[in-house]
């Protein structure tokens, strides 16, 4: 039983390191469906994975046409150590080459495409030894102008960009104007320079009531020579001793 399990295991241990029993396939990835407004370029997209190592000395790439109407399929474009574009037929100088190989990339790109145009484009890769698996097809559909869903998820795209770039700046020029505020406040607590305090009781030059001494006079008695009592002349001294004077008169004149 041993001998059988030995002799079982060095068979499947030869047959792998034959490559008999190797997993090998290549994965190509496409986009599917594409549409594209006539005259307009488009890109054919096609992605492949390899279980062999890239090789770009040894890469194929080839790309083929099959028209909606029944008929023989037509060479797009060839790929093997460089570009080989068509030289003749409908897609002669409209084909360009778009891909990277170490990239994993065999995309191309149809320049000024035309309603003849219309078809399943197919995307074979071959990286030796895999060579073996699925190849990748893209429906291409041209059109006269753009349907309305690809214009409303364009105008979503641009709208949310630029709303997203907005609502970024917004928030940028808040946090600078916070953080300014923050520095501002922080200065004015430690150098805010004190203010003097004011007597209540001053007040402004111009608005300051001017005070008037009156005038005073020095009377001397010159019987005797002594200094009598300063007098102050006031209207209202001068108005009573106004009449007294008149009295005076009167009286004399009486007499």
């Known amino acids: 039983m041993c001998v059988k399990g030995l002799y079982f295991l060095t068979v499947l241990s030869g047959l792998a390191a034959s490559g008999v029993l190797q997993v090998s396939g290549m994965r ?15 890109r054919l997209k096609c992605t492949f994975q390899s279980s062999s190592p890239i090789n770009p000395s040894s890469i194929v790439i080839s790309w083929t046409f099959r028209p909606l109407k029944p008929g023989r399929e037509e060479s797009v474009f060839h790929y093997q150590q460089r570009a080989y574009p068509p030289v003749d037929g409908i897609f002669r100088k409209r084909v360009s080459w778009a891909g990277d ?5 065999a995309s191309i790109i149809l320049q000024q495409v035309k309603f003849t145009y219309n078809g399943t484009y197919i995307c074979q890769v071959k990286n030796p ?30 709208g949310g960009g630029i709303a997203a770039v907005v609502f970024l700046l917004v928030v ?3 946090c600078r104007r916070c953080k300014k505020r923050r520095q501002r406040q922080l200065e004015g607590n430690e150098e805010a320079p ?39 002349k006031d209207s209202s001294s ?18």
């Open 28 to 42: 190509i990835y496409t986009s599917g469906d594409v549409e594209a407004v006539n005259g307009t370029d488009v």
């Open 172 to 174: 940028i020029l808040s």
């Open 101 to 105: 190989i170490m990239g994993r990339d």
């Open 238 to 255: 001068s108005e009573e001793e106004g009449p007294s004077s008149d009295d005076d008169d009167h009286g004399d004149d009486s007499d």
């Open 129 to 158: 030894p895999d060579v073996h698996g699925a190849v990748g097809e893209i429906r291409l559909r041209v059109v006269t102008t753009a349907s309305f869903s690809e214009l409303l998820f364009l105008a979503l795209a641009i």
């Open 194 to 232: 004190r203010k003097e305090r004011k007597d209540p009781t001053a007040c402004h030059p111009s608005r300051a009531v001017h005070l008037y001494l009156a005038e005073t006079s020095i009377e001397l008695d010159s019987s005797d020579g002594m200094i009598s009592d300063p007098s102050t």
